[in-house]
Antibody, heavy 117, light 107 residues
Framework: DVQLVESGGASVQPGGSLRLSCVVS????????IHWVRQAPGKGLVWVSQ????????SYADFVKGRFTISRDNAKNTVYLEMRSLTVQDTGVYYC??????????WGQGTLVTVSP | SYELTQPPSVSVSPGQTARITCSGD??????TYWFQQKPGQAPVLVIY???ERSSGIPERFSGSSAGTTVSLTISGVQAEDEADYYC??????????FGGGTKLTVL
């Protein structure tokens, strides 16, 4: 079975940093792009970032550009989201998502990031 | 920035038909995807490429497209269908955009 397990969520102060991890199993990791999507409490889904199969291409939503960095280690079946200069608006559940030919088909259960003074 | 517009809420009685719309300027030329999200759970892909039902999704779920408005229709709504529904498409850069979400209430 395809599995994506996020970790690294925590409570931090504004201006702080966090690194999220997403460990995957059940498929050949190096063959797939991976995305991060977040959801603020009680709010909707928002796409954050994506990375291609070998990590040579990455892209970001405007509101995280320059603050977040996505990367991957294909030997460890892991994707990372390095987040810095965090603001209260970055609070939410962060989902790791694997697409296939049908779209964003496989989602992890998410990890909660809370940014508060 | 590109936006997808959904009604905040839709209410139907069990057994009735629910229709959730999603509007966006470029939807006539880009595929739309629909996700169902129940409280405390990750989203589930329900419809892909406008009209295709994902594996394991009941036949009562269907998608349609008419110009810049796409729709998710649930025929014979059941209590278990109560959830938030999100449409998703792409912007001019190929990035992913989600609608604001529609809360479906089964009365």
């Amino acid at each position: 079975d395809v599995q994506l397990v996020e970790s690294g969520g925590a409570s931090v102060q504004p201006g702080g940093s966090l690194r999220l991890s997403c460990v995957v199993s059940g498929f050949t990791f190096r063959n797939f792009w991976i995305h991060w999507v977040r959801q603020a409490p009680g709010k909707g889904l928002v796409w954050v970032s994506q990375i291609d199969r070998d990590g040579s291409y990455t892209s970001y939503a405007d509101f995280v550009k320059g603050r977040f960095t996505i990367s991957r280690d294909n030997a460890k079946n892991t994707v990372y989201l390095e987040m810095r200069s965090l603001t209260v608006q970055d609070t939410g559940v962060y989902y790791c998502v694997r697409p296939d030919s049908s779209g964003l088909s496989f989602w992890g259960q998410g990890t909660l990031v809370t940014v508060s003074p | 920035s590109y936006e997808l517009t959904q009604p905040p809420s839709v209410s139907v009685s069990p057994g009735q038909t629910a229709r959730i719309t999603c509007s966006g300027d470029a939807l006539a030329t880009r595929y739309t995807y629909w996700f169902q999200q129940k409280p405390g759970q990750a989203p589930v892909l329900v419809i892909y490429k406008d009209t295709e039902r994902s594996s394991g999704i009941p036949e009562r779920f269907s998608g349609s497209s008419a110009g810049t408005t796409v729709s998710l229709t649930i025929s014979g709504v059941q209590a278990e269908d109560e959830a938030d529904y999100y449409c998703q498409s792409g912007d001019s850069n190929g990035f992913y955009v989600f609608g604001g979400g529609t809360k479906l209430t089964v009365l």
